[in-house]
């Protein structure tokens, strides 16, 4: 790079650190037809840029309205290569300056560098005649000094490499004249130095060589044929030196362009005037044709602007002998919008991750329109509604950002539509689809189908039965969206939850660890953990509970009486006794619960069939009739116990009644102990009842006897009754209210009466009210008994009574 560039570009990188621009512009010059491979300049040292960011930053050169991309960039050098041959006349014509431009693009940050090459013309081509010879008529009468133009011959090559110079064969009757005219062309012509004399020679041929000035300097011939004649001296003679049209590109085949004439004044064959083209380039010889007859110009190619906006052409008009003038034709081409916009994804992310801020470049868009001025001004824009926009960065550059956020989960990837339209009349466009897809982030918990979760599970089941299933969703992809399940770690009485139920991790599915016993524990709650596997994991819980149903895996347990082989219990029961009057009660509980604790209460057998009855549901012993003294004194019922569980479990026990209303008779319950299996301990229980209860009789006797020694004699003997002891109640036993036997407080009123030493008890039916705390049953001391008996009691009255009440 010479000395000015490299100043150019220092003065033009302070602008852009003034400015803040990204846009810096390289000029390089280099001749043409250089082989492929060659080296033109070094961008990464000329921009100042590390030869190791060329990669990173994905450089890349990119042209500007050219089909053939003649340089490139070596990325791993910074290298400015010739990539194709380059030939200026094909590549400009006879354009004097002949410009490559391309752009280099940088991206993180975004830059734009603009590239010129100018190509140098080298000395490639030789002089050319338009024809391989001249064939020229002068009349034997022409005067010395007569002038016979000559066509000049064309190089392809400009400046020093075109024509320089014209020598002439040297010859008796010839000389060369070259003239210079104002557009910069050459006019030869052969200046008639000695007269012709037919006679003598007919015809002669001479030479003309054309050379330029390049190194090393190249030539072309051309042989001027001379046939002497009889004098033709009038030349055709154009109405102007320069003619000038203009037509647009898309003008149809066969349009005329314009119309050459030219006037010879002499008369017949000598103004005969043919038309013909004497200097034209390549390519205006495939699109434009001349009328040798009429000299009109037709257009016979099709026309674009962009590859070439100018034609020149030179146009010779002969008269029959061989007389000639020359004009210019100059044809403008003008633009027409017929080229849409071109829109070229330079940069594109492959998956834009769904949590990037608003304002975030996704994307490098270009555009560019092969026409110019307004038919090349282009508007580009996103056809939906997306959270994208373009944002116009450096000319033809647009940055595809955000406008806000982005969710994976609602929408996963994206077909933006962006269209690019001109300026031109009537304007073109053009549309490109853009696939970008979001990428996932961890941002959604997993989240339970159900807010709460019950598993159900009847006692006794198996370990490893299924309980439920518990499930998750988490709307991410892929590992951020797979869940895994456990339990939390938690105590449920007082032991880990671990050793009640396991969770399948994968599945969600709840087991039963153990057995379970609905006695001991009718629910309980576990924690899920529902974690998904990103990073970070994120996680929600969830609750179950867990109910035990019961099944009827308990028999009825009878409470009162005590059942067989603990104690011999033994009631006494007052022959005055009427019929439906309650003698005793079967009291039991069933430790399940529902129906499975309904109990039902049957007397299975009895020493008399017809005397005694049981409550289905109470349990409560009733006469059926009244006491006969033909009944026996010794009544035995053994009473079952059911519940209403399927299948049904039972228990039976045994209730001995005593038919008696004087402790007189008790003696013959040692009858009943020796019926029984365990007889010695019944013995002892019946024994010590007896004793207790006439010690406790004989007191009461001796007090009232005191308290009434003005009477005649005692009214009053108390033989007994025996009460229900208050029972100790198993943990975890049902009551089922209006089904079970524990709630109901039984009361019973016994009246004596007078006149008699024998204690008579008459049994009424029951009642519940007023029932005394389980400290006031007969169970209490002896001066308890006396002091509500004395406020109880009065002695005047003829009848007398203790009310004696007895709580269940």
Known sequence: MDPRARLLLLLLYGFVLCTGATIAELSYSIPEEMRPGSIVGNIAKDLAIEGRSLISRKARIDTVNEDVRYCDIDIKTGNFMIRERIDREELCGETVTCALKYELVLESPLELHRITVLVQDVNDNSPVFPKDHIKLEIRESADKGTRYRINEADDADIGQNAVKQYFLQNNPHFVLSVRENSDGSKSLELVLDKELDRETENDLSVVLTASDGGTPQRSGTVLVHVTVLDANDNAPVFGHEIYKASLPENSALGTVVIRVSAIDADDGINGEVTYDFSRIAEKAKKVFSIDNKTGEIVVIGSLDFESNFKYEMRVDAKDGYGLS???????????????????????????????????????????????????????????????????????????????????????????????????????????????????????????????????????????????????????????????????????????????????????????????????????????????????????????????????????????????EGNSFMTELVPKAAHGGSVVSKVIAVDADSGQNAWLSYHIVKSTDQGLFTIGLHSGEIQTQRDI?????????????????????????????????????????????????????????????????????????????????????????????????????????????????????????????????????????????????????????????????????????????????????
């Not at 308290?707 to 007994?720: A, I, N, S, V, Y």
């Open 628 to 808: 006969l003294e033909s009944d026996s004194m010794k009544q035995n019922l053994i009473v079952a116990v059911t519940d209403n569980g399927q299948p049904p479990r039972s228990a039976t026990c045994s209730m001995y009644l005593i038919l008696s209303d004087n402790l007189a008779e008790m003696p013959e319950l040692k009858d009943i102990s020796y019926e029984q299996k365990n007889s010695k301990l019944t013995s002892y229980l019946i024994i010590a009842l007896v004793s207790v209860s006439t010690f406790f009789l004989t007191f009461i006797i001796i007090v009232l006897g005191v308290r009434f020694c003005r009477r005649r004699k005692p009214r009053l003997l108390f033989d007994g009754a025996v009460a229900i002891p208050s029972t100790y109640l198993p943990p975890n036993y049902s009551d089922v209210e209006g089904t079970g036997t524990l709630r109901s407080t039984y009361n019973y009123d016994a009246y004596l009466t007078t006149g008699s030493r024998t204690s008579d008890f008459k049994f009424v039916s029951s009642y519940n009210e007023n029932t005394l705390p389980a400290e006031q049953t007969l169970r209490n001391s002896q001066s308890d008994f006396i002091d509500e008996f004395q406020d109880s009691f009065d002695p005047l009255e003829v009848g007398s009574f203790l009310h004696v009440k007895a709580s269940y």
């Open 325 to 563: 003038s020359h004009c210019k034709v100059v044809i403008d081409i003008s633009d027409v919008n017929d080229n849409s916009p071109v829109i070229n994804i330079k940069s594109l992310s492959n998956a834009v991750a769904e949590n990037v801020p608003p304002g975030t470049e996704v994307g490098i868009i270009n555009v560019q329109d092969r026409d110019s001025e307004q038919n090349g001004q282009i508007h580009c824009s996103i056809q939906q509604k997306v959270p994208f926009k373009l944002v116009p960065s450096i000319p033809n550059y647009y940055s595809l950002t955000t406008t806000g956020k982005l969710d994976r989960e609602l929408v996963s990837d994206y077909n933006i539509t962006i269209s690019a339209t001109d300026e031109g009349s009537p304007p073109l466009s053009s549309s490109k689809t853009v696939h970008l897809s979001i990428a996932d982030i961890n941002d959604n918990p997993p989240v339970f189908e159900e807010k709460s979760y019950s598993a159900y599970v009847t006692e006794n089941n198996k370990a490893g039965l299924t309980l439920c299933s518990v499930s998750a969703r988490d709307p991410d992809w892929r590992q951020n969206g797979s869940v895994i399940y456990s339990l939390l770690a938690t105590e449920v009485n007082g032991s880990p939850v671990s050793s009640f139920v396991s969770i399948n991790g994968d599945t969600g599915i709840i087991h039963a660890v153990r057995s379970f016993d609905y006695e001991n524990m009718r629910s309980f709650k576990v924690h899920v953990i529902a974690r998904d596997n990103g990073s970070p994991p994120l996680s929600s819980n969830i609750s179950v509970s867990v109910f035990v149903s019961d099944v009827n895996d308990n028999s009825p347990q009878i409470l009162y009486p005590a059942p």
